[in-house]
């Protein structure tokens, strides 16, 4: 059974996720966190964002493994080194959409996110996973959220990782990534027409799983 979560930057896809592969016993599958580990990957090399070619042979040069810890996190392993943490630093966020909009290497991750999620029962989340990757999907939602919202959300995600930055550069970024994955050529993030709709802004991460776990009975 696959179960796809879409929706833009902050809207809760992860949290929401992690949560319900943890209730069924499924994969977690992020697939946000494989393009930030190739972007990480990019910037370690110093590669030009803007290098398309460069960009496809790293990903199509990059192993990029997830593990489901027993706790529901998840261990992203770049090339076999643990990345977890490195993923989720500003200049990581700032890059990924402009990485994660290029055609070839969306072919590339979407093809590895299928072979994970055809071996097993598997909750996915992203910007296309009920458009492009899984189109089939047994169960679609769409996550989203007043950008205010989001950008306090992430805010304090970031806060609590350590990471020291401001909530006008937060919904600064959270408005750019949502220009930037909503107007892509390929693959744009949107509601799958067959996708429940959810509006998280006022409401908690328990309400959010319930209302998911509904859909799901």
Do not use: C, W
């Not at 970031?158 to 990471?163: A, H, K, N, R």
């Not at 600064?172 to 107007?183: A, G, K, W």
């Amino acid at each position: 059974m696959i179960i796809a979560i879409d929706g833009p930057a902050g809207a809760g896809k992860s949290t929401i996720a992690k949560q319900i592969a943890k209730k069924l016993t499924f994969l977690y599958i992020d697939t946000g966190a494989m393009y930030r580990a190739l972007t990480l990957k990019a910037i370690e090399q110093n590669l030009d964002i803007s290098d398309t070619k460069r960009l496809t042979q790293l990903a199509a040069n990059s192993a990029i493994d997830l593990i489901n810890n027993p706790d529901g996190s998840l261990k992203v392993l770049l090339d076999g080194r643990d990345v977890t943490r490195l993923i989720r630093e500003p200049r990581i966020t700032k890059l990924v959409s402009d990485i994660a909009k290029v055609k070839e290497v969306r072919q590339i991750l979407v093809k590895l996110q299928r072979e994970l999620g055809q071996k097993n029962n598997a909750v996915l989340d992203g910007r296309d996973i009920g458009t492009v990757v899984f189109p089939g999907a047994d169960k679609k939602f769409y996550l989203d959220a007043q950008a205010k919202e989001r950008a306090k959300r992430r805010y304090k995600e970031l806060l609590e990782s350590g990471q020291i930055i401001t909530l006008q550069e937060v919904e600064q970024d959270v408005l750019n990534r949502d220009r930037i994955d909503s107007t892509r050529e390929f693959a744009p993030l949107k509601k799958a027409d067959d996708a429940v709709y959810i509006d998280t802004t006022n409401m908690s991460i328990e309400q959010v799983v319930n209302e998911v776990s509904k859909h799901l009975k």
